[in-house]
């Protein structure tokens, strides 16, 4: 069982919005940022989103995070089918010297 | 463009060794850090190990250490897990990925399938 809490499953109606939270502490998400990976069934992971809310290159716009305390969420509108996937937050550990994933959460377009 | 590509992997016996490979290209390879990431079927994702751009510094998860040893070799843009002692419960796909600033890891590989049994 993660640190990071996320809820297992999450869906929504194509062109909707839909947010994906991540729970942890003050000794994660609390003191370091939080990154977002994409995993496509059947794929590799895919960075998503680091610093809690930056996209990288090729991410479209429809994918937003943001942090607050302990928590982080992942926001997505326009909700389209290729959406479909699993969304892992991570945050750096300290202790661990690598990143610590949460559980992962499965987005399903209805 | 940024590549990172997987091989070495198969079907061990428990207490049997195998030896991950990593290959890179598209990028200068001593900029950024690597990783191992895995998978078990149907879980979720446990970084495994660390290595710095240099070589130098080296991290592992505790459920490896003492087991599984990283290296890489500069010259050839490439990076090594070195399995042994292994378990049943080290069963998954495992990634190789670049990593960035701290925590952020940008290129992923396609993944590699280790079954560990008897």
């Known amino acids: 069982q993660s640190v990071l809490t996320q809820p297992p499953s999450a869906s929504g109606t194509p062109g909707q919005r839909v947010t994906i939270s991540c729970s942890g502490s003050?000794?994660?998400?609390?003191?370091?940022?939080v990154n977002w990976y994409q995993q496509v069934p059947g794929t590799a992971p895919k960075f998503l989103m680091y610093?809690?809310?930056k996209r990288p290159s090729g991410v479209p716009d429809r994918f937003s995070g943001s942090k607050s305390g302990t928590s982080a969420t992942l926001a997505i509108t326009g909700l389209q089918s290729e959406d479909e996937a699993v969304y892992y937050c991570?945050?750096?550990?300290?202790?661990?010297?690598?990143?610590?994933f949460g559980g992962g959460t499965r987005l399903t377009v209805l | 463009q940024v590549q990172v590509v997987e091989s070495g992997g198969g079907l061990v016996k428990p207490g049997g060794s195998l030896r991950l490979s990593c290959a890179a290209s598209?990028?200068?390879?001593?900029?950024?850090?690597m990783n191992w990431i895995r998978q078990a079927p149907g879980q979720g994702l446990q970084w495994v190990s660390y290595?710095?751009?240099?070589?130098?510094?080296?991290y592992y998860a505790d459920s490896v250490k003492g087991r599984f040893t990283i290296s890489r070799d500069n010259a050839k843009s490439s990076m090594s897990l070195q399995m042994d002692s292994l378990r049943v419960e080290d069963t998954a796909v495992y990634y190789c990925?670049?990593?960035?600033?701290?925590?952020?890891?940008?290129?992923w590989g396609q993944g590699i399938l280790v079954t560990v049994s008897s």
């Open positions: 990925a670049r990593g960035v600033v701290v925590g952020e890891l940008d290129h």
């Open positions: 598209g990028f200068r390879y001593t900029d950024y850090y």
């Open positions: 290595i710095s751009g240099s070589g130098i510094t080296k």
């Open positions: 003050s000794s994660n998400i609390g003191s370091n940022t």
């Open positions: 610093s809690n809310n």
């Open positions: 991570a945050v750096w550990d300290d202790s661990l010297h690598g990143p610590m």
